[in-house]
């Protein structure tokens, strides 16, 4: 297990922190290491792999399309997007999409549409387009999308930054309000902030900024990267509150698993600001990814696998709510999206983590005090009760007293 880590760690940037576990193989809701060891996968590789590892019917569909035609660029039509956008628009009720590959390509997708639908739409004078963003959020990594985070590391050392972002409390539709002015273009929001800490806003706040953006011409932009695709018991998570968006970011599940997939889609009248030349990526929509991506979609769908997340949302959130321990200090989420809160003065999130490897669960922490769990969405209930019966082992080695690092909880 060390050489894997040690040639890692030999010629890898240091930019992640990887529990010590070497995978090798994944089936459904298991992984493998390299030792033969099993893991139950209540992380999803950060809610991408919602079909689980290798699902039959995703690879059968990406080795078909691979073997008959993977990557042209868009500088052709092929066989495989039109179906693929088609079907996208038809399941999430906007009428365009842009496909791309990561999310954080998806947002910068909207991040142009919205300040270009200013200039040329609204009426705003140009250069002078403004977003607002909510604090706490977290969208990417690329400059201009570190540049509106609030998260000090994340920009640290990576300035200077696109100026025309404001930031205004998530959660709060008067702070929204308040910060609109003639300049501004839109407001990006995730429904549910998932790095952030799975952060839930209240009740209604989602209709109400829906109402705020429409009454001031500002577009509501929905980053449902980690959210969308049935993750929260809704095919998306604006729909918990019936908001249409103006504009949509979807990746992660979109490539079922097995390939970088997103797309930003819209209303007419936003994208139709693109022109030939605007806009683009090399892989964006290509054969392979759009077989995939139609894939999936139809395998939500068909799997039902939105009411499958709410059904079992609720049961996992209602077994950990049940665990009584007093390093717990909330327990928050929407179907299976959920966040275990732990007062780092009693165990840090990362040790639990540490512990939930040893148990043979996999998660990571976000942010220092937060524990994710979010499996795939075709985790059976046995399966989830064996995780739950695997977190409430692990509260059992917590001391409820102090906090202890990893090495000296006991075994
Ligand atoms: N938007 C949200 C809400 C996310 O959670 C993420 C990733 O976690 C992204 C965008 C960026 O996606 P990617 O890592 O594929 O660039």
Redesign the pocket.
Known sequence: MNAWIEAENRHSASNYKPLPVVLTRGQGVWLWDVDGKRYLDMMSA?SAVSFGHGHPVLVEAMVAQARQLAVTSRAFHTDRLGPFLQLLCEMTGLPKALPMN???EG?ETALKAARKWGHKVKGIADGQAEIIVCNGN???RTTTIVGFSSEPQYRDGFGPFAPGFVSVPFGDAAALEAAITPRTAAFLV?PIQ??GGIIVPPAGYLAACREICTRHNVLLIC?E??TGLARTGRLLACQHENVKPDGLIL??ALGGGLL?V?AFLAREDVMAVFRPGDHGSTFGGNPLASAVGTAALQLLKQDNLAERADKLGARLLEGLRAIRHPAIRGVRGKGLLIGLDLDPAQVSARTFCERLLQHGVLSKETHETVVRFAPPLVITEQELDAGLDVIRAVFDTVPADRRMPAESLPA
């Open positions: 950060y990561t999310g954080a947002v977290f969208a990417g995730e998932g790095e980053d990267v980690q990746g992660k970088p997103s």
